[in-house]
T-cell receptor
Framework: DQQVKQNSPSLSVQEGRISILNCDYTNSMFDYFLWYKKYPAEGPTFLISISSIKDKNEDGRFTVFLNKSAKHLSLHIVPSQPGDSAVYFCAASGIYNNNDMRFGAGTRLTVKP | GAVVSQHPSWVICKSGTSVKIECRSLDFQATTMFWYRQFPKQSLMLMATSNEGSKATYEQGVEKDKFLINHASLTLSTLTVTSAHPEDSSFYIC?????????????FGDGTRLSIL
């Protein structure tokens, strides 16, 4: 049951440009959304989150946008840096399921110097 | 900060052995801890939710007698893979959520690579 989907397995961007990672979800009961960054053989690192009462949250170079009607969220990284190269997971949770998170399959971002 | 320590980071053992993995929240109290499993090039799959002082809640298809979870304190949860077999080889990751109201992110350990020969 794939409740959270990241349809792009990979993305390649030039250094300094914008990276846009997309995520779709199917369960309208989700009300809290997160992005994690993961390097190989490490656990995911929390990046940024957004609750369903907002449509945008910004933290430095990272901005998350939420479109509830489309059940879609995106992560924008501007400007992209080579150190941003990693796998990015989006996740969703909701009060209805005790805040258990469901993860997308991940998108591998490569930022080229 | 919100640091989660997972130990060991890598285990190689023979088939039939039981393996215990520890997950500790170092600088916060975690009412709830989570155990995930990740297969190569796949997403993190939630195995079970561990609440301090009570029984863990297992996801469908996860054998609770195979994967024993203990959450004895607000800073420690353990996962024991009993009588491990090669098909149990995987990357196991724990996470912890701060004891708080409202939405909180989960903070992850660095994972345990389990290889069963």
């Amino acid at each position: 049951d794939q409740q959270v989907k990241q349809n792009s397995p990979s993305l390649s961007v030039q250094e300094g440009r914008i990276s846009i990672l997309n995520c779709d979800y199917t369960n309208s009961m989700f009300d809290y959304f997160l992005w994690y960054k993961k390097y190989p053989a490490e656990g995911p690192t929390f990046l940024i989150s957004i609750s369903s009462i907002k449509d945008k949250n910004e933290d430095g170079r990272f901005t998350v946008f939420l479109n509830k009607s489309a059940k879609h969220l995106s992560l924008h990284i501007v400007p992209s840096q080579p150190g941003d190269s990693a796998v990015y997971f989006c996740a969703a949770s909701g009060i209805y399921n005790n805040n258990d998170m469901r993860f997308g399959a991940g998108t591998r971002l490569t930022v080229k110097p | 900060g919100a640091v989660v320590s997972q130990h060991p980071s890598w285990v190689i053992c023979k088939s039939g052995t039981s393996v215990k993995i520890e997950c500790r929240s170092l600088d916060f109290q975690a009412t709830t801890m989570f155990w995930y499993r990740q297969f190569p090039k796949q997403s993190l799959m939630l195995m079970a939710t561990s609440n301090e002082g009570s029984k863990a809640t297992y996801e469908q298809g996860v054998e609770k007698d195979k994967f024993l979870i203990n959450h004895a304190s607000l800073t420690l949860s353990t996962l024991t893979v009993t009588s491990a077999h090669p098909e149990d080889s995987s990357f196991y990751i724990c996470s912890a959520r701060k004891r708080d109201n409202g939405n909180q992110p989960q903070h992850f350990g660095d994972g345990t690579r389990l290889s069963i020969l």
